[in-house]
Nanobody, 124 residues
Framework: QVQLVESGGGLLQAGGSLRLSCLAS????????MGWFRQAPGNERQFVAA????????FYADSVKGRFTISRDNAKNTVYLQMNNLKPDDTAVYYC?????????????????WGQGTQVTVSS
């Protein structure tokens, strides 16, 4: 099992930036494909971004492409989500997730381990 703990959320105005972090423990981060998802009140959990085990190949939702960047530092057991030019529609709880198999990275069912989430609120 791997335990995931997100941090870095907060309240900010539209146009601002945040960097979320997800620290893994229990197993090496390099064992996992990592993803970020988000869930706004009343909505389903939505794919944001994913990155393969070694880094160097990332996937993004169309709604965040060009604004968000996922990265990982396996030596630090940490995955990051750099979020720039934030919009009110980005307001949600953000979750990191780990998958140890090569399923559809855009589907939440691919991921077996989840963090507790961190709130991001963007005001207009």
């Amino acid at each position: 099992q791997v335990q995931l703990v997100e941090s870095g959320g907060g309240l900010l105005q539209a146009g601002g930036s945040l960097r979320l972090s997800c620290l893994a423990s229990g197993r090496p981060l390099a064992d996992f494909i990592m993803g970020w998802f988000r869930q706004a009140p009343g909505n389903e959990r939505q794919f944001v971004a994913a990155i393969i085990r070694t880094g160097g190949l990332e996937f993004y939702a169309d709604s965040v492409k060009g604004r968000f960047t996922i990265s990982r530092d396996n030596a630090k057991n940490t995955v990051y989500l750099q979020m720039n030019n934030l919009k009110p529609d980005d307001t949600a709880v953000y979750y990191c997730a780990a998958s140890d198999w090569e399923g559809n990275l855009r589907k939440s069912s691919t991921y077996g381990e989840w963090g507790q989430g961190t709130q991001v609120t963007v005001s207009s």
